[in-house]
């Protein structure tokens, strides 16, 4: 047992030092293969360190946090009983639900429970009157972690503990001893240490790229919100009425125009600007808390460049901030999107800080 913690331990240290993260996909299939220790675990009998078997799975990932497995495994456990050394062979299947807690982390942990059935074959068995084979039905509860390799390739531990349905699991008939879930029935635990290879991958996911692109040296620490309160100051027009300026901003006056002050993009780009993801950010809990709002995303730009690539530019954009809060979880058919390029600019075009406000993006509330 001493072996199965160092190992472990070992494989932490490795996974530790992987800053890999997950490409996720929505839909996926992975195949898993590796082996497994198996020990008895309630049993008047001693088990034996001389154990081992193996694994194989299918599993097909719904979405980023929740998996369904199909797995075979063959176990072979060796008990004492007395002077009489007992070995159980047994073939089992699982289906099982998997969850995930932090799959975008390169160190994902994960649960999974289900049931399956096994068939069992006994050398040995005490009484020698035993049915030495035999198929039942076992549940079974797990928690793991993988361990990120690179796009396809994860590391796969798993600790699980199995109750089967009879007493002649172990190879001895009859058991009094009360197991780790109150029954008498005997049990077992395994450790898998495996590798899982992805494939079969459908529409890659968004819900990790919260920062796509922007590197430590990008984002600002902390974001300068002062420069941004300056330019809505300096450049956010008033709203002219009958000739008569209302001292009021634009944004007060209609209720139905959102303006994600902040939400800005770099030149000729529709990558988002890194003081734009605390905005974004803002605006998935608000449409979340608000799930009868729908909205038009309307994409701006400069007047630098031709029209005709500025009105591009500006439908990509519009899309990225969708694809975003789609990410985050808000329904994809509450939002439209549209460009309108470099046709209704807010600030003044002919300076820097103008032409950075302009590139941006308001939302509109449709009902």
Known sequence: MKKVIY?????????????????????????????????????????????????LSLQRNFTE???????????????????TEVTSNAAVGNLDLLYY??????VSPFIAFGAGYGYAMLDNPIPA????TYLDYELNFGIGVEWNLGDD????????????????????????????????????????????????KGEISRYCQLYDGITAGDMPDPVDYERIENIVQKYIPKEVVKEVVVEKPVASQDARRWVLVGVNFDFNSANLSAESYPVLFHAVQVLLQNPNMRVEIQGHTDNIGSEASNQLISEKRAMAVKNYLVARG??????????????????DNKTADGRSANRRIEFKILN
């Open 129 to 132: 009157t035993l049915e030495d």
């Open 330 to 347: 808000v329904t994809a058919n509450r939002l439209t999107t549209v460009g309108y390029g470099e046709s209704r600019p807010i600030a």
């Open 153 to 200: 390739w994860k590391l796969k531990t798993e600790l699980g503990y199995h109750t089967v349905s009879n007493t002649s699991f172990d190879g001895v008939g009859g058991n009094s001893s009360e197991g780790m879930l109150g029954t008498n029935q005997d049990a077992y635990m395994t450790f898998d240490l495996g590798l899982l290879v992805y494939f079969g």
């Open 101 to 106: 807690f932090v799959p975008c982390e390169s």
């Open 7 to 55: 190992s472990m331990f070992f494989v932490f240290l490795i996974g530790s030092s992987n800053f890999l993260f997950a490409q996720l996909a929505r839909d996926s299939w992975s195949l898993g293969f590796g082996f497994t220790y198996p020990r008895i675990m309630n049993s008047p009998v001693k088990p034996s360190e001389d154990t081992y078997g193996g694994f």
């Open 65 to 83: 946090h929740v998996g369904l497995r199909l797995k075979a495994s063959y176990v072979s456990l060796k008990s004492i009983a007395g002077t």
